[in-house]
Every structure is written in structure tokens, then in C-alpha cells.
T-cell receptor, first 117, second 113 residues
């Protein structure tokens, strides 16, 4: 299995809703990432988990709450979002172990397209 | 801090013509460099990577890139464009030790028949 699976593919939510995005990989990768991508823009890093611990938070508003329950799963909990949070949310993972030729390569999922009304 | 700059947000080429996408990096330590491609409504797919081995790197779909330290560049080329090459291309940089992968602004490629 060489994929990163993201669900749902599309999500529409109101500003008072609570929802979650899910990301799963079974490649044994130990670093997992959330990126946000607005239309016609590059992906912007939000969070990085390394060995299930949060290692990078790019000053993301608290209405976005990441969670890494185990080494294969990464969630992004959404609460009280704003219309400007509408975007494509991309999950990625990489091996993370030094000394491997593939250790620095991120594998991306297809993304979850979020619309906030 | 590390960063990449892609020159040209849009490139238009004729089918069969050379594709050249420019990327310059800024990094205080030897970087790892990547090119990713994104088709409409999809995630990012790795085209190729430079990780301090050979300076000329071959990737998928006939693309290649050359790492030039003296020019701090990592330009992407393909000798002959195909209609299926129409997509958004992102150059990205990562330090050897860190977790952070930073993208350039992207270049949208249009292929004319």
C-alpha cells in the first residue's frame, strides 16, 4: 500500500458546525503533515507530527485542532470555521527515518475540499 | 530559513516543444529539492527529487532537473511537451534535518495543440 487516503473528499459545513478530516497511511511512515491550499496558490504548511508528537504548528488558529491517535492516522478537527477557511486540505506523510533514500520524500493524499458557508 | 522562487506563474508551450520551468532556492545548508505536479482537483505527485547524489536527476513522465549550486537553481525540463503535461508544477525545498517542506508559488503549464 503506497497511498495516503483522505476522507471525506468533499465537506460542506456551517460556521457553527464541528467536523473532522481524516488521513490514513499504511506505509509505516512516522511523520505526517497537514497543508492548506487555496485556489491557484501553493500548499501552506499547517501542522507536522513526528513519531505521533506535534513538532510543527505554523501559528494555526485554534479553530483547527490536529490529532494523531496512532502512527497510521491523522485527524484535523474543525470548529467554528470562517468562510475564508474554505480550501483544499492536503495530508502527507514521509518515512522520517534517517539514512533512507526515501526518508525526505512526502507522499500526498488527494485532499479534502472544504467549503464553509 | 529556506525558500524557493519559481519564475513565471504561467508557461504556454506547443505540443512537442521544450518545457522549461525555473526554480531558484535559498538555503543556508545543502537542501533537498523536489518537483511536484498537481492535476486539477487532485493532490500532489512527486516528479523527481535531488538529495545530494547526482546533480542531473531524472523523474517520471520524461522530466528531468539539474541541480546547479553555483546558480542556486533546480530547473525542470522536458524535451517534448505532451497535452497530458498541462498541470500546475511546484518546486519545493526541505533541509536535511528538519521536517518542513516549503513550496514555491507554482507554475501553471498550458500545452497548445
Amino acid at each position: 500500500d503506497t497511498e495516503v487516503t483522505q476522507t471525506p473528499k468533499h465537506l460542506v459545513m456551517g460556521m457553527t458546525n464541528k467536523k473532522s478530516l481524516k488521513c490514513e497511511q499504511h506505509m509505516g511512515h512516522r511523520a505526517m503533515y497537514w497543508y492548506k491550499q487555496k485556489a491557484k496558490k501553493p500548499p501552506e504548511l499547517m501542522f507536522v507530527y513526528s513519531y505521533e508528537k506535534l513538532s510543527i504548528n505554523e501559528s494555526v488558529p485554534s479553530r483547527f485542532s490536529p490529532e494523531c491517535p496512532n502512527s497510521s492516522l491523522l485527524n484535523l478537527h474543525l470548529h467554528a470555521l470562517q468562510p475564508e477557511d474554505s480550501a483544499l486540505y492536503l495530508c502527507a506523510s514521509r518515512w522520517g527515518a534517517r539514512g533512507s533514500s526515501g526518508a525526505n520524500v512526502l507522499t500526498f493524499g488527494a485532499g479534502s475540499r472544504l467549503t464553509v458557508l | 530559513a529556506q525558500s524557493v522562487t519559481q519564475l513565471g506563474s504561467h508557461v504556454s508551450v506547443s505540443e512537442g516543444a521544450l518545457v522549461l520551468l525555473r526554480c531558484n532556492y535559498s538555503s543556508s545548508v545543502p537542501p533537498y529539492l523536489f518537483w511536484y505536479v498537481q492535476y486539477p482537483n487532485q493532490g500532489l505527485q512527486l516528479l523527481l527529487k535531488y538529495t545530494s547524489a547526482a546533480t542531473l536527476v531524472k523523474g517520471i513522465n520524461g522530466f528531468e532537473a539539474e541541480f546547479k549550486k553555483s546558480e542556486t537553481s533546480f530547473h525542470l525540463t522536458k524535451p517534448s511537451a505532451h497535452m497530458s503535461d498541462a498541470a500546475e508544477y511546484f518546486c519545493a525545498v526541505k533541509s536535511a534535518a528538519g521536517n518542513k517542506l516549503t513550496f514555491g508559488g507554482g507554475t501553471r503549464v498550458l500545452v497548445k495543440p
